[in-house]
């Protein structure tokens, strides 16, 4: 396992290929795992074969899981395809668990095409590039417009404040006043 890791790595092959490629080839160079993955007769491809023994012996060993479904979502990422055999198309299952993957650029011997294999971008249609910006725009008028409500509310709200105080300070003379009021009127009753 480790020395075809250490032989991409002298190589250079590593800094320009991602680290799932790399495990990858290692993992199908190893002759400990040719039992559950290996090369086709061709170099063409790889198979897996027993695939719940391979989730669970092998993968653990190279990867952070041990989910088949998550390993060829990789593989799918990277442009790899499932090799269907004429024998398997049918609605038969086959009698043996084996499935094979490809890629042009996934070849034995050929390390050094590993650097031509790419992760999939998605590609944004222009129209719904359009209507991102459309919805952008939307949404920036909608937020200038809270802005200026909300200012439009903080100014109403200062004004409301101001005339709160005035009254108050009517009242505290009112108040006084009444009092004073009612002190000469007590003094006049008596």
Not at 120 to 138: A, F, P, Q
Not at 168 to 181: G, I
Request: hydrophobic letters at 35%; aromatic letters at 8%.
């Amino acid at each position: 396992m480790q020395e075809s890791t250490n032989s991409l790595a002298m190589d250079g092959y590593c800094s320009n290929v991602p680290a799932f490629l790399t495990k990858l080839w290692t993992l199908v160079e190893d002759p400990e795992t040719n039992h559950l993955i290996c090369w086709s007769v061709s170099g063409t491809s790889f198979h897996v074969f027993d695939q719940g023994r391979f989730a669970k012996e092998v993968l653990p060993k190279y990867f952070k899981h041990n989910n088949m479904a998550s390993f060829v979502r990789q593989l799918n990422m990277y442009g790899f395809r499932k090799v269907v055999n004429i024998e398997q198309g049918g609605l038969v299952k086959p009698e043996r668990d084996d499935t094979e993957f490809q890629h042009l650029y996934f070849l034995q011997g050929h390390e050094h095409l590993l650097e031509h294999i790419k992760r999939k971008v998605s590609v944004v249609k222009s129209e719904e590039t359009k209507l991102r910006h459309e919805d952008v725009s939307r949404l920036l008028y909608e937020v200038q417009s809270l802005r200026s409500q909300q200012e439009n509310t903080e100014c109403q709200m200062q004004d409301m404040k101001q005339q709160n105080e005035v009254l108050w300070r009517e009242v505290v003379s009112l108040r006084q006043n009444h009092s004073q009021q009612q002190k000469i009127i007590n003094k006049v009753s008596v």
